[in-house]
C-alpha cells in the first residue's frame, strides 16, 4: 500500500512542426505496455485545449475476465485524491469561512501533535505539503491496510507520532494530515468530506460516476477490479476502501470523468461546457494551488530515465510540482493495493493525461504519460515501456541483491535467548495500539488488534530476531521482528521493519516500538468460609 521556490519558465512557442495529436502508433504503445508490466487493464485520457483528445479503455477489468475496460470503467485513483481536497479547502477559502494561513487549533481546538509548537504553529496550508516534521508516511499503518479504527480515533493518535524532523524543515510525504484537512472542511461546511466533494466538485463538474466510498463500487457494474503479484504471480484481489482516510486516498473515478476535472484546472476553475459562466473556484485559489509550498530534492533519474532529469521540483497543495523540456508540470501520482493513477497537466500547453490501470507497476502510468507529453512537445520519440522496464529491472535486481546479502549474513545456526513462549503476549505501540503473538502448534503467529489483514507466522531469522510472514502475500511486506531483553532475561521491546527495500513505504513499521502489556497478577484465593 505506494513533492519553495519560486521559479520564472521561459517556455518558447509551441512550433507549427511539433505533433498537434497523439501518436500514430500509441495503441500500440498501450498494448505493449500491459504485456511488458504484465496489466490486465489500463484507461487513458488526454485534454487539449478544452476538447477530449483520447478516452479509451484497454485490456480487460478482471485477469481471466473478457470484460473490457471502458472509459467510464472506475478505478480507485488513490493520492489524486489529495487535489480535491485541496480544492474543497480553495472554495471554502473564497467563501471566507477560512484562510490558507489559519492555525488548525483555531478550527479544531482538541487538534494535537506530538510537539507543542507544531501543534500551536500548523496551519491549514501546511496539512497539504508535508513539511510538518512527520516522517515518510508516518502513522499509515492506521488505515493502511484497510483497519478498523475511524477518522476521530486516527486524529486523536497524532499526539502519540513522533516528529522525524524540525518543523518545516524539509519534504516527508504523509497521508495522515489530510486526514484533518478533511476534518477542518467538516467543521467548517457543516458537511463530511465525501458530501463536499460529491455535491460541491462532482456534480457541478459532470463527473457522474465518481464517488468516494468503496461500498459504491459495488453498485456500479464498471469497475476494474484491483490485481498484485502475490509470491511472484498475478492474481484479482479486493479493493481496499480506506473511507478512514478518504480525503487522502479514497476517490474512485473514471478517464471520462478525470477528463472534466483536468479541464476545469486547466481553465483554472472554470466548469467545462458552461461557456465560462460558471467556476469551481477562482483564478486567484487555482494559482494558489498550483505555487510551489515545499521543496523536494532532485535525484538523478537512472540512465535508462535519464531524459527525464528535472531541474526543479516542489510540492504546492495537493499537487506536485517539476519542469520537462522547458514546461512546467503539474500533478500527481497515486498508488493503491492493485491501482496505480497518474494525472499530468501541462498549463502552457493546456494539455491534461490521465492514466489509470488495475496493477500495481509504475511504469505501465508512466510510459503512457510520458509518450503523450513528448508528442505534444516534440522531439525525438522515446520507447517508455523499454525504459521504465529497464528501470524496474534495476531496482528489483538490486533489492533483491540486498535481501540475499541480509541472507548470506545470516547466522542460520543461532538459536532464539528463550523458549518460544516466552516471546508471546500483548504487545502495546503508543500511536498504533496493541498487536498479539500466540503460540499455534510450533508456529508463533502475530496479529494486528485493528488491521485483520496484518496476519502471518512469525519465522526465526538469527538469535532474537525473527520475520513475520503475511497470509496474504499480496501485501507484499514481510518486516523483521526483533526483540530486545532486559538484564533479568524477559522481553523489553519488539522492534520490526521491512525485509525489502521496495516495500511501500506506507508499512511504516519501523516506527512502531512496542513494550509488552503487564499481564494482570493472578487473583489472590479467597479463604474457603
Known amino acids: 500500500m505506494r513533492h ?17 495529436s497523439l501518436p ?10 500491459m504485456k511488458t508490466f504484465d496489466v490486465p487493464g489500463i484507461a487513458v485520457a488526454v485534454v487539449k485545449d478544452g476538447k477530449v483528445v483520447l478516452s479509451k479503455g484497454y485490456g480487460v477489468r478482471k485477469l481471466g475476465d473478457k470484460t473490457p475496460v471502458t472509459a467510464d470503467t472506475l478505478f480507485g485513483i488513490a493520492s489524486n485524491s489529495k487535489a480535491f481536497t485541496a480544492a474543497a479547502l480553495a472554495m471554502l477559502v473564497e467563501e471566507g469561512k477560512l484562510q490558507w494561513d489559519d492555525r488548525v487549533v483555531d478550527h479544531l481546538p482538541s487538534f494535537q501533535m506530538h510537539d507543542a509548537y507544531v501543534t500551536r504553529e500548523l496551519t491549514i496550508r501546511d496539512l497539504l505539503v508535508h513539511r510538518s516534521g512527520l516522517g515518510l508516511g508516518a502513522g499509515d499503518l492506521l488505515y493502511f491496510p484497510q483497519s478498523t479504527f475511524t477518522e476521530d480515533e486516527i486524529v486523536s493518535k497524532l499526539r502519540h507520532l513522533p516528529l522525524a524532523s524540525s518543523f518545516r524543515s524539509k519534504y516527508a510525504y504523509d497521508n495522515i494530515l489530510y486526514l484533518v484537512a478533511g476534518k477542518v472542511i467538516e467543521k467548517v461546511s457543516g458537511r463530511h468530506w465525501r458530501d463536499f466533494v460529491r455535491e460541491r466538485i462532482f456534480v457541478p463538474v459532470g463527473m457522474r460516476d465518481s464517488s468516494t466510498l468503496f461500498k459504491a463500487l459495488r453498485v456500479s457494474g464498471n469497475v476494474a477490479t484491483p490485481h ?43 466548469i467545462p461546457g458552461t461557456d465560462g459562466k460558471k467556476r469551481l473556484f477562482s483564478e486567484a485559489q487555482s494559482k494558489e494551488m498550483w505555487a510551489a509550498q515545499t521543496v523536494m530534492n532532485v535525484t538523478e533519474p537512472s540512465k535508462p530515465l535519464a531524459g527525464l532529469r528535472a531541474n526543479f521540483a516542489a510540492y504546492a497543495l495537493g499537487w506536485s510540482l517539476r519542469d520537462y523540456k522547458g514546461y512546467k508540470l503539474v500533478g500527481h501520482g497515486g498508488a493503491l493495493p492493485g491501482y496505480y493513477s497518474r494525472v499530468m497537466l501541462v498549463p502552457e500547453l493546456n494539455l491534461g493525461v490521465a492514466v489509470l490501470t488495475n496493477q500495481e507497476e509504475r511504469g505501465a502510468i508512466e510510459a503512457p504519460m510520458w509518450t503523450v507529453l513528448d508528442a505534444f512537445m516534440g522531439g525525438p520519440a522515446t520507447d517508455w515501456v523499454a525504459a521504465f522496464k529497464a528501470d524496474d529491472d534495476a531496482k528489483r535486481a538490486k533489492a533483491e541483491a540486498q535481501v540475499a546479502g541480509l541472507r548470506g549474513s545470516r547466522n542460520a545456526q543461532s538459536k532464539p535467548s528463550l523458549p518460544l513462549d516466552a516471546y508471546t503476549g500483548t504487545f502495546r505501540d503508543a500511536w ?41 502475500r499480496s501485501l507484499n511486506a514481510d518486516a523483521f521482528v526483533s526483540f530486545s531483553l532486559k538484564p533479568d532475561g524477559a522481553v523489553g521491546e519488539m522492534r520490526m521493519q521491512p525485509v525489502s527495500p521496495l516495500t511501500d513505504f506506507s508499512f511504516d513499521f519501523q516506527d512502531l516500538r512496542f513494550t509488552p502489556v503487564k499481564k494482570a497478577p493472578d487473583a489472590v484465593a479467597k479463604p474457603v468460609p
Do not use: C
Not at 500514430?24 to 505496455?33: H, N, P, S, V
Not at 495500539?433 to 512469525?458: H, I, M, N, Q, Y
Open 228 to 270: 498484485a503479484k502475490a509470491d511472484g504471480v498475478l492474481k484479482a484481489i479486493s479493493p481496499m476502501g480506506f473511507e478512514n482516510n478518504a480525503p487522502a486516498a479514497a476517490i474512485n473515478s473514471s478517464v471520462n470523468d478525470l477528463s472534466k476535472w483536468m479541464m476545469t484546472q486547466l481553465a483554472l476553475g472554470v
Open 432 to 472: 498504533y495500539g496493541d498487536v498479539t503473538l500466540t503460540r499455534e502448534a510450533d508456529k508463533l503467529v502475530l496479529r494486528f488488534s485493528r488491521t485483520p489483514g496484518l496476519v502471518g507466522e512469525v519465522e526465526h531469522w538469527q538469535y532474537d530476531t525473527f520475520v513475520a510472514r503475511w497470509k496474504d
Open 4 to 20: 519553495v521556490l519560486a521559479l520564472l519558465l521561459v517556455v518558447l512557442p509551441l512550433s507549427p512542426a511539433f505533433a498537434q
Open 24 to 33: 500514430t502508433d500509441f495503441d500500440a504503445t498501450l498494448e505493449k505496455a
